[in-house]
């Protein structure tokens, strides 16, 4: 793909766009600064907030292993990547009626329902990476992706800076517990799939198919290469 200049950064504009909400939404679901704090309220234990990271690295790990095998065979990933987006702001939306609008269960059952949550949030992510890294990768030039990532990443976690203002507001608004952090996952639920608008314009090229294979067999083929 002999991508014009201008369009390269046109499209690496549009991608920035999709991850300022992005980093807004990461910093209202902030594993570091909001969870522990959140669960801690709830009642959990040391051992489940142990469990966050735990979560975390396993739902966002073994899901990109299938990936490839869902969307080889396309030629145009664009849409794949905005549905992606879209439904990864449900759990948290989710997570917002259950801890704004649901009675109260006992705190062991809140637990539960946030680290089943959680869970599923990453999972989701955990599949949708790769295929956004693909197509970021697909619809920039070659020469300047190293370039693109870090420009994207760097307007991310600028934004990340806003969304922990946002989190210092909704949290210390007067909403009593847990309602004001429920307001926090609606908005980082609505910020996600909101993001995905700016998909649209991104100019994207037909490209060449490939069978699904097996995703294990995949991996260990590609980890003995790499060996």
Same mark, same amino acid.
């Given at each position: 793909?002999?991508?014009?200049?201008?369009?390269?950064?046109?499209?690496?504009?549009?991608?920035?766009?999709?991850?300022?909400?992005?980093?807004?939404?990461?910093?209202?679901?902030?594993?570091?600064?909001?969870?522990? %704090? *959140? $669960?801690?309220?709830? &009642?959990?234990?040391?051992?489940?907030? @142990?469990?966050?990271?735990?979560? /975390? +690295?396993?739902?966002?790990?073994?899901?990109?292993?299938?990936?490839?095998?869902?969307?080889?065979?396309?030629?145009?990933?664009?849409?794949?990547?905005?549905?992606?987006?879209?439904?990864?702001?449900?759990?948290?939306?989710?997570?917002?009626?259950?801890?704004?609008?649901?009675?109260?269960?006992?705190?062991?059952?809140?637990?539960? %329902? *946030? $680290?089943?949550?959680? &869970?599923?949030?990453?999972?989701?992510? @955990?599949?949708?990476?790769?295929? /956004? +890294?693909?197509?970021?990768?697909?619809?920039?030039?070659?020469?300047?992706?190293?370039?693109?990532?870090?420009?994207?990443?760097?307007?991310?976690?600028?934004?990340?800076?806003?969304?922990?203002?946002?989190?210092?507001?909704?949290?210390?608004?007067?909403?009593?517990?847990?309602?004001?952090?429920?307001?926090?996952?609606?908005?980082?639920?609505?910020?996600?799939?909101? &993001?995905?608008?700016?998909?649209?314009?991104?100019?994207?090229?037909?490209?060449?198919?490939?069978?699904?294979?097996?995703?294990?067999?995949?991996?260990?083929?590609?980890?003995?290469?790499?060996?």
């Amino acid at each position: 793909m002999n991508l014009p200049l201008a369009a390269h950064w046109r499209d690496v504009g549009l991608l920035l766009s999709v991850e300022c909400f992005w980093g807004i939404s990461l910093a209202l679901i902030s594993m570091v600064a909001i969870l522990p %704090v *959140f $669960l801690t309220h709830l &009642g959990a234990s040391n051992a489940a907030l @142990g469990v966050l990271p735990i979560i /975390w +690295i396993l739902a966002s790990s073994v899901p990109g292993i299938f990936a490839s095998s869902y969307t080889s065979n396309l030629t145009h990933r664009k849409r794949a990547v905005i549905v992606l987006h879209v439904l990864a702001g449900i759990p948290w939306v989710f997570a917002a009626a259950w801890f704004g609008l649901a009675p109260r269960p006992a705190p062991a059952v809140d637990i539960a %329902v *946030f $680290l089943a949550t959680w &869970g599923i949030a990453w999972v989701w992510m @955990g599949f949708t990476i790769p295929v /956004w +890294i693909n197509f970021v990768g697909k619809v920039t030039r070659p020469e300047l992706r190293a370039r693109s990532f870090a420009t994207i990443f760097f307007f991310q976690t600028l934004m990340g800076a806003i969304g922990g203002w946002t989190a210092s507001r909704v949290l210390g608004s007067g909403l009593p517990f847990p309602a004001n952090y429920a307001v926090g996952f609606l908005i980082a639920g609505i910020c996600m799939a909101a &993001g995905a608008i700016f998909f649209l314009p991104v100019r994207e090229e037909p490209s060449e198919t490939s069978e699904p294979g097996q995703p294990w067999a995949a991996v260990v083929r590609n980890a003995k290469e790499i060996w």
